[in-house]
T-cell receptor
Framework: GAVVSQHPSWVICKSGTSVKIECRSLDFQATTMFWYRQFPKQSLMLMATSNEGSKATYEQGVEKDKFLINHASLTLSTLTVTSAHPEDSSFYIC????????????FGPGTRLTVL | GQNIDQPTEMTATEGAIVQINCTYQTSGFNGLFWYQQHAGEAPTFLSYNVLDGLEEKGRFSSFLSRSKGYSYLLLKELQMKDSASYLCAVRSLGNTGKLIFGQGTTLQVKP
């Protein structure tokens, strides 16, 4: 299957700082990428849909000013958690839609964020 | 509304066959996906159904009935490494192809 990478794989930061997570589709172009958050023993929660060259679409209850999304190219989307707090500690996972022949969504390996 | 139901937990024996069911009620339908997720890892793609019928891929098969809003994932010749969560997801209509996930089924394979 297609490959999606995420960086960093884990990060520990102090409360009040900002953290940027990158999501890259390595062998296909993705006009649409998605950002999810997952708490322990829970299912994936979609945070936002990232569209190349336009503004992201956020799910209800997700603060767009806190979770900044940029999709500057067909292979890269970034999520910045601004002014992070301990309750933002979670597993953040991106996915990219390969709308070519497979039209399948592939997930990155995830980023574990711990805010102290 | 959007609703996707899966059993929370299942247990099966190594070498056996297990079927994980998924029922859905969504405002639109544009395909159903199954993903496998091991603890602490991201989901990996298993299968995709958009038409009715059975899709077979090695030890894994997935079935879809759109009229019944029903799918199942069939795992044959179970191995210990198949212990994981299995996520059923429905793709909505529209340009983005957003996925709506069920809560996932945690499968434990015992020797």
């Amino acid at each position: 299957g297609a490959v999606v990478s995420q960086h960093p794989s884990w990060v520990i930061c102090k409360s009040g700082t900002s953290v940027k997570i990158e999501c890259r589709s390595l062998d296909f172009q993705a006009t649409t990428m998605f950002w999810y958050r997952q708490f322990p023993k829970q299912s994936l929660m979609l945070m936002a849909t990232s569209n190349e060259g336009s503004k992201a679409t956020y799910e209800q209850g997700v603060e767009k000013d806190k979770f900044l999304i940029n999709h500057a190219s067909l292979t890269l989307s970034t999520l910045t958690v601004t002014s992070a707090h301990p309750e933002d500690s979670s597993f953040y996972i991106c996915s990219a839609r390969d709308s070519g022949t497979t039209d399948t969504q592939y997930f990155g390996p995830g980023t574990r964020l711990t805010v102290l | 509304g959007q609703n996707i139901d899966q059993p929370t937990e299942m247990t099966a024996t190594e070498g056996a066959i297990v079927q994980i069911n998924c029922t859905y009620q969504t405002s639109g339908f544009n395909g159903l996906f199954w993903y496998q997720q091991h603890a602490g890892e991201a989901p990996t793609f298993l299968s995709y159904n958009v038409l009715d019928g059975l899709e077979e891929k090695g030890r894994f098969s997935s079935f879809l009935s759109r009229s019944k809003g029903y799918s199942y994932l069939l795992l044959k010749e179970l191995q210990m490494k198949d212990s994981a969560s299995y996520l059923c997801a429905v793709r909505s209509l529209g340009n983005t192809g957003k996925l709506i996930f069920g809560q996932g089924t945690t499968l434990q394979v015992k020797p």
